[in-house]
């Protein structure tokens, strides 16, 4: 069995429909996205409407959780989240599939365990696992054999004794220096593949700017 890993799309559908064409083309059975589908860019609504329309499986991430208002955010900080674009054109079916999403998603194939954080085991929302983390032990105390989380926008592959810890890195807005699109596939029998897709950024920086996009989202795409 093959599952697409994606997170952090964060409203850049055109990073995420290149991925989309990655998992296609390698026959990919199922999605789950570690959440962050929307904000700071444009294109949220679609990007939305894209992931149910394909039945993927997703979990919570902040800026879910920001626009459903379970977590609360500098007041400040909403232009550059472009949390009230997204509240005044979500469609209520996105809006329900929203507040249906869990924090944590666990399942089990072939006698392995998988775990799935948009942050971390213990604070699934919030924490960020970077590759650098100081105390990647803790996650010998799970009963999981492999844990994917997000959050971060850092690709990660991490061997803790016989626990694996996985970040897919950013679809839509990644911070590791390499602008493509970011995601890893799952094969149940062979591991982990990372992936990183081309596309026009350029170009879709100058639709980010068309919609008014705040300069700060603008910036950590460029540099």
């Known amino acids: 069995m093959q599952i697409g890993i994606i997170s952090d799309i964060h409203g850049n559908l055109d990073a995420l429909d290149v991925i989309l064409h990655a998992f296609k083309e390698k026959k990919v059975d199922k999605i789950i996205c570690l959440g962050d589908m929307i904000g700071y860019f444009h294109q949220s609504i679609e990007v939305l409407d894209r992931l149910i329309d ?19 955010y500098p007041h400040e900080r909403s232009r550059i989240y472009n949390i009230d674009y997204v509240q005044q054109l979500i469609s209520p079916q996105a809006l329900q599939w929203l507040t249906s999403l869990p924090k944590s998603l666990t399942i ?51 061997k803790i004794e016989n626990k694996i810890i996985i970040n897919p ?53 460029i540099s």
């Open 54 to 72: 394909l039945d993927v499986s997703a979990i919570c991430g902040n800026h879910e959780a920001y626009i459903l208002g379970y977590l609360s």
């Open 108 to 158: 089990s194939i072939q006698g392995k365990k998988y775990s799935f954080f948009h942050g971390s085991p213990w604070d699934p929302l919030l924490e960020y696992v970077y590759p650098d983390y100081p105390d990647f032990k803790k996650f010998l105390m799970i009963d999981s054999d492999l844990f994917f989380l997000g959050h971060t926008h850092y690709s990660l592959y991490k």
């Open 169 to 221: 890195g950013s679809v839509g807005l990644p911070r590791n220096g390499d602008k493509r699109a970011h995601a890893a596939i799952l094969n149940t029998q062979s591991g982990i593949e990372f992936i990183q897709e081309d596309y026009n950024i350029p170009a879709f920086l100058e639709s980010a700017r068309n919609h008014e996009v705040h300069k700060t989202a603008i910036q950590r795409l």
